[in-house]
């Protein structure tokens, strides 16, 4: 395994992601706020939530990285469609299942059982994370592709 450029790229890849996640939510695209969505999961104060939340998804992005690595290194080559395609099997992983499973991980998540109550406020995903709107898994699939394709593109076996 390259350990440096695992380091570098699988950081670069996640700071891309982070940024069209970002980006996507910024320009109306999605409601979805990933870094606030994890950041309420270790505490309820909003804004100390968004920067917890901020540092949780790039060492989450960066320790996913290992599994690209790992198939990487499984073929013995990397490249920028490998990248891709794991990418897309990556987001769609995080719009079926994650996304499904987050009400029953989050405190202060409602889910499609259960309404809002006093401790529960934020809003479920839904399948597909369409609850925070109808072009989230677009936005969410296109993050991915760009993660998986730049991790692929520079990583070295």
Known sequence: ??????LLWG???TLIMTTLLAAGQGFG????????LLGALVTPDRD??????????L?????????YVA????IGDAQ????????FLHALFVLTAGMRLLPSLHRRMASERHGPEAARLLEPPGFFG????????????????VYGTTLGAFYRV
């Open 1 to 6: 395994m390259n350990w440096g450029d695992w």
């Open 11 to 13: 950081f670069v890849s």
């Open 29 to 36: 695209w999605t409601r979805m706020n990933l870094p606030f």
């Open 48 to 57: 100390r939530a968004e920067l917890l939340g901020f540092g949780i998804h």
């Open 59 to 67: 060492l989450n992005g960066w320790i996913f990285s290992l599994l």
């Open 71 to 74: 198939a990487f290194e499984s």
């Open 80 to 87: 920028w469609w490998s990248g891709a395609a794991i990418g």
């Open 130 to 145: 369409l609850h925070y709107g109808v072009q989230t898994p677009l936005w969410t699939i296109a993050a991915h592709l």
